[in-house]
């Protein structure tokens, strides 16, 4: 631990996803009276039974930062897992250090996350103190620009907040029309590779682990052997520099073809022509700003087509910037919805990959090797399965915010209950993402190679999701019956016939009682 000499006028807290080297705690921060305070606490890596290479990210984050600030000359109370006297929840480890050092002041920038934020409210008032809350400058919307934009509405749509986003912001507009003529070129980035594959594709830069890294992955490794996933691949950007150059590399390989490629899939192959930027912006190690200017100045560059920039732009400064406005305007309570009344259990092979079916076991093997899924593998293969089985919702996101290394949960939440389970009832996705297996077919190469086949729906070969989709329909046929973008799908199941139909229910009534998995 390293402290300074004095008793601090200020202790600013830094969590671990708050590695901003632009952040608001640095505009007037006096080296000689004030005090950084940071720690590792084994309740971050267990309130949700966390992925090695989750854990790791985070704590190596951490303590590259924690050194790039003192080489800086700025103190800093560094509280590490491996400390004799570390404290085993974050509360404890501050209000401990708050009635020790006697800070005539704590502030925070607002945490990513509601039960952090109660928790250090929490600390703070037992040592007699009051938390100061800053805002995040890292977002380009605050949570009161997006609370007024979002009043009077009766639907939160992201492409009507995206476009006021984009005019706040101006980027990707010339005067005052969108770049390219047109807001959103969402209908031509839903290309495949069809069945000669992706070919040759662009490797992104990896970024082998420095001396503090491995003693971190070593770290990990003997205290979280029982946790899931592996550490062999980590190979994350953990610095700023680092961060910039995954930056720079994904604009210059990938970006031109990541719009027409984005929603596809291949077996074995996890990056794709996707970013992995995700993880640098969300310990914000990036601004968001920065990484759509550096996609635009592509584009006017002639170095990447418009669709492509839009589409990552859209992600980023739309979908990104939108989910956090949702969290923060919504919870606590938004943690609790299950609009679709899902009660079922979490099938257990989400944390081991063991099942047949192709797609759900690519997206698995590859989750737990590498801590990462694409958003589609995400959005169309675990969550789909999980919204047509009928999960519990909080147990679905307990599962991604676990698994994934770029998840915190003001970003994870919505895009789980909202988007991916439609447990908000629309709030934020204008229908449930309900689909067969055909459209696994269609996106992917999975289906040729799976014992289960995308076209039926009952008997020993029919694909789970196929079964599920219909099952899905049936079970709340009265729910969208006249949904405007249901409603046709509804008309469908209407068409099978009464036999057809107990077939459906007894083959998802079987999957079900099988853990998840079809019978057989």
Not at 186 to 199: K, M, S, V
Not at 310 to 323: D, I, K, M, S
Request: proline residues 6%; charged residues 25%; hydrophobic residues 45%.
């Amino acid at each position: 631990m390293s402290t300074a000499s004095a008793l601090p006028a200020r202790l600013f807290v830094v969590l671990g996803d708050q590695l901003d080297p632009a952040s608001a705690i640095f505009d007037d921060f006096d080296p000689v009276r004030d005090l950084l305070w940071m720690a590792e606490v084994a309740q971050e890596s267990t309130h949700v039974w966390t992925h090695q290479a989750r854990i790791a990210t985070f704590l190596a984050a951490m303590r590259h930062f924690r050194d790039e600030q003192r080489a800086l000359g700025r103190p800093v109370h560094y509280r590490a897992l491996d400390d004799a006297a570390a404290a085993a929840t974050l509360g404890a480890a501050l209000r401990a250090d708050l009635e020790r050092l006697r800070p005539a002041r704590v502030i925070v920038v607002e945490p990513g996350e509601w039960r952090v934020a109660r928790e250090l409210e929490a600390a703070a008032a037992g040592a007699g103190l009051m938390l100061e809350t800053w805002p995040d400058r890292h977002f380009l919307c605050s949570v009161e620009d997006f609370a007024g934009w979002a009043r009077g509405r009766k639907e939160l749509r992201l492409e009507y907040f995206y476009r006021w986003l984009r005019r706040r912001t101006r980027v990707l507009l010339d005067g005052d029309e969108p770049a390219g003529g047109a807001w959103n070129f969402d209908a031509d980035n839903r290309g495949t590779f069809g069945r000669q594959g992706p070919g040759w594709l662009p490797a992104p830069r990896a970024f082998p682990p420095d001396a503090t890294t491995r003693a971190v992955l070593a770290l990990v490794a003997a205290r979280f052997a029982a946790h899931p996933g592996r550490l062999d691949r980590f190979d994350w950007p953990m610095t700023r520099t680092d961060a910039l150059a995954a930056l720079d590399d994904f604009v210059a390989h990938r970006l031109p073809l990541f719009g027409r490629y984005q929603d596809a899939i291949w077996a074995g192959e996890p990056w794709l022509y996707h970013s992995r930027l995700s993880v640098a912006l969300n310990l914000k190690l990036l601004n968001p700003l920065e990484v759509v200017q550096a996609a635009e100045a592509a584009w006017r560059a002639g170095a990447a087509p418009i669709e492509a920039v839009e589409g990552f732009v859209r992600q980023v400064l739309g979908w990104r910037e939108y989910v956090r406005g949702i969290y923060w305007t919504q919870m606590p309570g938004y943690l609790e919805r299950n609009a679709l009344d899902a009660h079922e259990p979490l099938p257990a092979f989400y944390w081991t990959g063991a099942t047949d079916a192709a797609c759900l076991k690519d997206a698995m093997t590859q989750t737990l090797e590498y801590g990462y899924a694409h958003h589609i593998q995400r959005l169309m293969i675990t969550g789909l399965y999980a919204l047509l089985l009928g999960v519990e919702p909080k147990q679905v996101h307990e599962w991604y915010l676990a698994v994934y290394v770029d998840a915190v949960e003001w970003v994870e939440l919505p895009n789980t209950l909202g988007m991916s389970q439609y447990a908000d009832g629309g709030l934020m996705a204008s229908k449930p993402y309900a689909a067969s297996g055909k459209y696994v077919d269609r996106m992917s190469n999975h289906c040729g190679s799976c014992r289960y086949r995308p076209g039926e729906a009952t008997g020993a070969r029919a694909c789970p999701f196929t079964t599920l989709y219909w099952d899905f329909l049936d079970r709340h046929e009265e729910r969208f019956a006249m949904h405007p973008r249901l409603a046709l799908q509804v008309r469908n199941v209407r068409r099978l016939d009464a036999t057809e139909r107990a077939r459906i229910r007894e083959r998802a009534a079987a999957i079900r009682a099988n853990g998840g998995a079809p019978p057989g």
